[in-house]
């Protein structure tokens, strides 16, 4: 998680980040169909493996509707 915030980060720094604990807010995680580990940018769900830094960013910046 920590680096998947980082690499949002060096996209842009001051985008809110709101990490979910599905065990601590089931409801809320059902409501917007989230399960563990998803990184959903803009409603967009990330499906690029966070260790994969240049194609995590590219999808975050395209789910953010950059170049």
Same mark, same amino acid.
């Given at each position: 998680?920590?680096?998947?915030?980082?690499?949002?980060?060096?996209? &842009?720094?001051?985008?809110?980040?709101?990490?979910? $604990?599905? @065990?601590? %807010?089931? %409801?809320? $995680? =059902?409501?917007?169909?989230?399960?563990?580990?998803?990184?959903? +940018?803009?409603?967009?769900?990330?499906?690029?493996? +966070?260790? &994969?830094? %240049?194609?995590?960013?590219?999808?975050? =910046? %395209? @789910?953010?509707?950059?170049?």
């Amino acid at each position: 998680m920590k680096r998947m915030e980082q690499y949002i980060r060096e996209i &842009d720094s001051e985008i809110p980040i709101w990490w979910l $604990a599905v @065990a601590k %807010e089931p %409801e809320e $995680a =059902k409501k917007r169909n989230i399960e563990v580990w998803h990184c959903i +940018v803009n409603g967009r769900q990330i499906k690029t493996f +966070v260790l &994969d830094k %240049e194609g995590f960013q590219k999808e975050v =910046k %395209e @789910a953010l509707g950059s170049k």
